[in-house]
């Protein structure tokens, strides 16, 4: 099975910073690697698709990047609602989600 | 528009079989894929099982052995089976609409306790 390994877990940004977190795949999973934000008591919502690709109604202040197995998420100027916890997630063999970054106000 | 719900008892004796239905709306379960993901209270997201467009089915290797996926396309509906339940199996248990780019639709969950 293919293991990811999310980085960091958690992370602490005052508004209007620019963070990034990453995923590394255990093997090559092309650009098959989706992110997603879950608040509590929330369903996950999808964010990014195969690497790089913006879901309907994602903000233009979050992108994705990477290819292979090294992987990137950024968040280029923080809002209030952005704090969450985000995961990312491989679908290139079957499914695996990253342990998750909690991103909190600093 | 795309929707999924799940349903099942929110508890569950320890070593008895979990019987979960997720029942879906919008889309064809001939088309698309759902697999399920669980969440333990406090802690991030696994990915349990999927059942493909064309009825072949994955398991999380972890799991296999207690797993059972199904359908009933007839009823737009999804069945997960887990056998020997433990409490560490305690969790808010997800379905979702699935493709290689992720899941792009989830269900609202139902909480799933084990418990005597």
């Known amino acids: 099975a293919i293991q990811v390994t999310q980085s960091p877990t958690s992370l602490s940004a005052s508004l209007g910073d620019r963070v990034t977190l990453t995923c590394r795949a255990s093997?090559?999973?092309?650009?098959?690697m989706a992110w997603y934000q879950q608040k509590p008591g929330e369903v996950p919502q999808l964010l990014i698709y195969?690497?790089?690709t913006l879901q309907s109604g994602t903000p233009s202040r979050f992108s994705g990047s990477g290819a292979g197995t090294d992987f990137s998420f950024t968040i280029s100027h923080l809002q209030s609602e952005d704090f969450a916890t985000y995961y990312c997630?491989?679908?290139?063999?079957?499914?695996?989600f990253g342990a998750g970054t909690k991103l909190e106000l600093k | 528009q795309v929707q999924l719900t799940e349903s099942g008892p929110g508890l569950v004796q320890p070593s008895r079989t979990l019987s979960l239905t997720c029942t879906v709306s919008?889309?064809?379960?001939?088309?698309?894929?759902v697999g399920w993901v669980r969440q333990p209270p406090g802690k991030g997201l696994e990915w349990i099982a999927a059942?493909?467009?064309?009825?072949?089915?994955d398991y999380n290797s972890a799991l296999k052995s207690r797993l059972s996926i199904s359908r009933d396309t007839s009823k737009s509906q999804v069945l997960l089976k887990m056998n020997s339940l433990q409490t560490e199996d305690t969790a808010m248990y997800f379905c979702?609409?699935?493709?290689?780019?992720?899941?792009?639709?989830w269900g609202q969950g139902v909480m799933v306790t084990v418990s005597s």
């Open positions: 979702a609409r699935s493709g290689t780019e992720g899941m792009d639709h």
């Open positions: 919008g889309f064809s379960l001939t088309s698309y894929n």
């Open positions: 059942i493909w467009s064309g009825g072949t089915t």
């Open positions: 093997q090559d999973i092309n650009n098959k």
């Open positions: 195969y690497a790089s």
């Open positions: 997630l491989q679908g290139y063999d079957l499914y695996t």
